[in-house]
């Protein structure tokens, strides 16, 4: 899963700086004075506002843009953790945590910790949940 980066160079600064921020995710901006340091940053940023997403139960946002590197549009890779986290809200759809909970034998708490990026989800917690809302697992590595 990733979201595209728009990195350009500060021209105001005079020394090396670049601001970054993301056309499809409102709110994810971040700024460095390398491109390593960019790159880096980027990613923080995103994971930071897509786990203020989950948190406030907002929309995801869709991922419109497309990398260019020639046009300053990189591609920035989700956290894995907030990854899962995405992945296991999206699968949810608009069943209730307490009908999710009850159906994998748990108490809604424990079941919203499976969308905070911070918690360590297991495979079979991730194969309980999938049962639980009518789909199958599936781990690919790209």
Same mark, same amino acid.
């Given at each position: 899963?990733?979201?595209?980066?728009?990195?350009?160079?500060?021209?105001?600064?005079?020394?090396?700086?670049?601001?970054?921020?993301?056309?499809?995710?409102?709110?994810?901006?971040?700024?460095?004075?390398?491109?390593?340091?960019? &790159?880096?940053? =980027?990613?923080? %940023?995103?994971? +930071?506002?897509?786990?203020?997403?989950?948190?406030? $139960?907002?929309?995801? /946002?869709?991922?419109?843009?497309?990398?260019?590197?020639?046009?300053?549009?990189?591609?920035?890779?989700?956290?894995?953790?907030?990854?899962?986290?995405?992945?296991?809200?999206?699968?949810?759809?608009? &069943?209730?945590? =307490?009908?999710? %909970?009850?159906? +994998?034998?748990?108490?809604?708490?424990?079941?919203? $910790?499976?969308?905070? /990026?911070?918690?360590?989800?297991?495979?079979?917690?991730?194969?309980?949940?999938?049962?639980?809302?009518?789909?199958?697992?599936?781990?690919?590595?790209?």
């Amino acid at each position: 899963m990733y979201y595209t980066a728009k990195i350009t160079q500060d021209p105001e600064e005079k020394r090396e700086a670049y601001n970054i921020e993301f056309p499809d995710v409102p709110g994810a901006i971040s700024c460095a004075f390398s491109m390593a340091e960019a &790159m880096e940053y =980027a990613q923080d %940023a995103l994971d +930071m506002t897509l786990e203020d997403v989950l948190e406030g $139960r907002m929309a995801l /946002p869709e991922r419109k843009t497309e990398p260019d590197e020639k046009k300053g549009l990189y591609r920035i890779d989700v956290g894995a953790r907030t990854a899962t986290a995405l992945e296991i809200y999206r699968a949810k759809g608009g &069943m209730k945590a =307490a009908t999710v %909970a009850k159906k +994998m034998g748990m108490t809604p708490q424990s079941f919203t $910790r499976l969308l905070k /990026p911070s918690s360590n989800v297991s495979v079979a917690m991730l194969d309980r949940f999938a049962k639980a809302v009518g789909k199958r697992l599936v781990i690919t590595f790209e």
